[in-house]
């Protein structure tokens, strides 16, 4: 079962942070295919939101195919996200630990990183559309 | 879409001033409506119309079914126990939920017997929702729910009011001049400024309209392409906009998405800027 949380000063919708930490879980393997969602009112009874919003995250899953409402008995994960293997995370993870050490060796502070860290993915993911 | 409240044209005229000037919305069915806007904005006389216990002056409104209304400073008889307010709302409406309005207030463990007068803030708050809400109503309108509670009693009572739109359908119609209760709660935005509508529409569409933008002070005046300035301002060497529009991809204006607070304070900054469906959506 997944715990949602919300992070209000990140600027994200709630329904799309609802989503991100959906598939977050699918990465991590803390939920698998076959496992249900909280529904909406568990949901709403923990976070006091909206519920048309938690409706609205799963139908974006839904979309997605990730999830699958069933009538009557809840919204099931239909599969897990493809990604990368665990082994390869763990590889790829390492390499970011070391160039974080790295870049802290260099004087950069935690808000430098992540600003480097944001416009390497903008220019990358760019050439990939582009 | 099915409409749980319109208005069209609605004006109400108070002796010489105009309290609303030819309001017209529509709120959808199924959804948390927030009505906000400074004090004396018009905010209750809108909620008065809409409940029936006023008149417009002119225009029309519309509320296909059953409407219950909550006023502001919770309406509840200081004398009477809580079975006694019950019995009392029994007695006053055709339709009435005995069963279930004494299952809520067991559940959220308000004792029947006591007196309204010795609950706290919070839990008088919640016996004069269950009293709106026993009546089994199609729309809720709260006027001002959570004035003059602390914040745990306001996150309370919003988690509990979020619950029962979970699980039964029914369209909510919040007024309130504190927009960040209504952050995570509310769908449909009213923004009511000097006795006008200026902003009605989905939040999230709204969110994803507008922009906060900043870029040279020499730019103030020639806004991006494909986008309309609802707010401008200018500090030293720069310029701030808040647009409607287009994503901006002038490299001069640097972009960034804006909040519900941002936003609603933007229009009542700026009277005359509006963000209205077509009216063709509004008859829809």
């Given at each position: 079962m997944i715990e949602f949380h919300l992070d209000?000063?990140?600027?994200?919708?709630t329904y799309l942070q609802l989503v991100h930490q959906v598939k977050q879980a699918l990465r991590l393997g803390t939920l698998r295919p076959g496992d249900k969602l909280p529904t909406a009112r568990e949901v709403v009874d923990a976070?006091?939101?909206?519920p048309n919003t938690v409706l609205k995250a799963y139908r974006e899953l839904e979309r997605e195919g990730l999830v699958a409402g069933r009538p009557g008995l809840g919204t099931f994960v239909q599969r897990s996200i493809g990604g990368a293997r665990l082994a390869d995370q763990a590889a790829l993870r390492r390499d970011l630990d070391a160039w974080v050490r790295r870049a802290r060796t260099a004087g950069l502070d935690r808000d430098d990183m992540e600003t480097l860290f944001s416009m390497a993915m903008v220019d990358c993911f760019r050439e990939d559309t582009a | 879409m099915s409409v749980a409240l319109r208005t069209t044209g609605l004006g109400v005229r108070y002796r010489r001033a105009d309290a609303l000037r030819d309001c017209s919305l529509a709120v959808p069915a199924g959804r948390i409506a927030a009505l906000v806007g400074p004090n004396g904005a018009g905010k209750t006389t809108l909620l008065h119309v809409a409940v029936g216990l006023l008149t417009p002056t002119s225009g029309e409104v519309s509320v296909p079914g059953r409407v219950a209304f909550m006023a502001q400073d919770k309406p509840l008889y200081d004398t009477f126990t809580v079975a006694e307010m019950l019995a009392f709302g029994r007695r006053l409406n055709r339709v009435w939920d005995q069963e279930y309005a004494t299952a809520r207030l067991t559940g959220l463990g308000i004792p029947l017997d006591r007196r309204t007068a010795r609950l706290s803030g919070g839990q008088q708050a919640q016996v004069a929702l269950t009293v709106a809400l026993a009546r089994r109503p199609d729309l809720l309108v709260l006027d001002?729910?959570?004035?003059?509670?602390d914040p745990l009693a306001r996150h309370d009572v919003m988690r509990s009011l979020m619950v029962e739109v979970a699980e039964q359908p029914l369209t909510v119609l919040i007024s309130s001049h504190v927009v960040a209760d209504l952050r995570d709660t509310c769908d449909w935005l009213i923004v009511l400024g000097g006795g006008r509508v200026q902003v009605s529409g989905d939040v999230d569409d709204l969110l994803a309209e507008h922009l906060a933008l900043t870029g040279p002070a020499e730019l103030v005046d020639t806004p991006p392409a494909g986008t309309r300035v609802v707010e401008a301002s200018r500090t030293g060497r720069q310029a701030r906009l808040l647009v409607r529009g287009a994503p901006v991809l002038d490299p001069r204006w640097s972009a960034r998405p804006v909040d519900l607070e941002e936003l609603v304070m933007a229009y009542l900054r700026s009277p005359q800027a509006s963000a209205l469906p077509a009216l063709a959506a509004v008859r829809a």
């Open positions: 209000h000063r990140s600027g994200v919708a976070l006091a939101i909206n | 001002e729910p959570l004035a003059n509670l």
